[in-house]
């Protein structure tokens, strides 16, 4: 859906001078204000959870107001103080962020960014990071509004799991999103994130398992689904780096597996308590804006154990059970004769 917001101009205030002292008219008019229209899960920004967003306005290189949080008021987002429109129809520049409460973010005349932003490493503690940019003029959108369209600048992942194997129960417990890069800057003029180095693994847990069936079912609990940086993954290699010493991707899912005949724990292997961790790797290019939703299908095997784990890159679950047959020919064994003479 596209999400638009409206820059509307309402009261009377003041402009300071310009740097020649020329002073520019002022709109006795309605104040700047924002109208939104953009639209899930708790962590998605909508038009019924955008709570307040700050606000930048710029008049060339020069900023006319710096990071104003604008709150819901109404139909409307207006801020604490007014700011009007020129009245020369001197044109404004206008930078748009929420949440407002994100750190590390500088809106000046030479640089628009948001430095090292690392998302929660608990799923259920992540939030959407929205932007928006345009421009206006009072001859333009005094009265029309000047449309302002956030657009979602993270990735948003969902996991899903099913079977159709009735041999076994397989129970869920928790997701975990291993390994993706957890650092990186955003520029507000190109719209791209500029990458660091740092790794780490993002997971949510919950205590009521998630039985899974033929149907595909979320296993992200009630959290929400999580909110990471854009990137092109590595993949973690299970077989000739078990131990992810590359620090490659993977998807893992918080499992227990036993016999649905007799209860028999099968995964995790006896020592290693009442459910551990399944992973299996992913090489996924995540967009900006773009819902990535994995399908785990748990049908004919369970993965590997988690590169976090006791014994990892080992199968959860080996192929099926078949048997070599080979019947022994009969060994001939003579018996004397019997003599049938009646007596």
Not at 74 to 79: D, E, K, L, N
Request: hydrophobic share 35%; glycine share 8%.
């Amino acid at each position: 859906m596209k999400n638009t917001l409206y820059l509307l101009p309402i009261a009377a205030l003041a402009l300071a001078s310009c740097a020649n002292e020329d002073t520019i008219e002022v709109n006795q008019g309605r104040e700047i204000s924002f109208r939104p229209a953009m639209s899930s899960r708790a962590t998605e920004t909508t038009n019924a959870n955008l709570a307040d967003f700050k606000a930048s306005g710029f008049i060339g290189s020069d900023a006319y107001f710096n990071q104003v949080t604008f709150s819901r008021n109404g139909s409307f987002y207006t801020s604490a103080n007014d700011y009007l429109w020129p009245g020369d129809d001197t044109q404004i520049d206008f930078y748009a962020y929420a949440p407002s409460d994100i750190t590390g973010v500088t809106i000046g005349s030479q640089s628009k960014v948001l430095e090292d932003f690392t998302p929660a490493t608990s799923i259920a503690n992540q939030a959407d990071f929205i932007t928006a940019k345009a421009s206006g003029t009072r001859s333009a959108n005094e009265s029309t509004g000047v449309p302002l369209d956030f657009a979602h600048r993270l990735a948003q992942i969902e996991v899903l799991a099913k079977t159709s194997n009735d041999v076994y129960n397989f129970e869920v417990t928790g997701v975990r999103i291993g390994r993706p890069v957890s650092t990186a800057s955003y520029d507000f003029d190109s719209d791209a994130w500029t990458l660091g180095s740092d790794k780490a693994d993002y997971e949510t847990t919950y205590a009521t398992a998630i039985k899974l069936g033929e149907e595909a079912t979320s296993v992200m609990g009630s959290e929400g689904n999580a909110m990471l940086i854009p990137q092109q993954l590595t993949p973690w290699q299970p077989k000739t780096d078990a131990s992810n010493s590359a620090q490659g991707a993977f998807l893992s899912i918080k499992l227990r597996v036993t016999a649905a005949e007799t209860g028999t724990q099968i995964y995790p292997y006896p020592s290693n308590g009442n459910d551990q961790w399944a992973a299996i790797p992913i090489d996924t290019n995540w967009e900006a804006g773009k819902r990535y939703v994995y399908t785990l299908d748990l049908t004919h095997g369970g993965g590997y154990v988690d590169p976090n784990d006791p014994d990892p890159g080992k199968p959860v679950l080996g192929g099926p059970i078949k048997f070599t047959v080979d019947v022994e020919d009969w060994v001939n064994t003579p018996v004397s004769a019997l003599d049938m003479t009646a007596e």
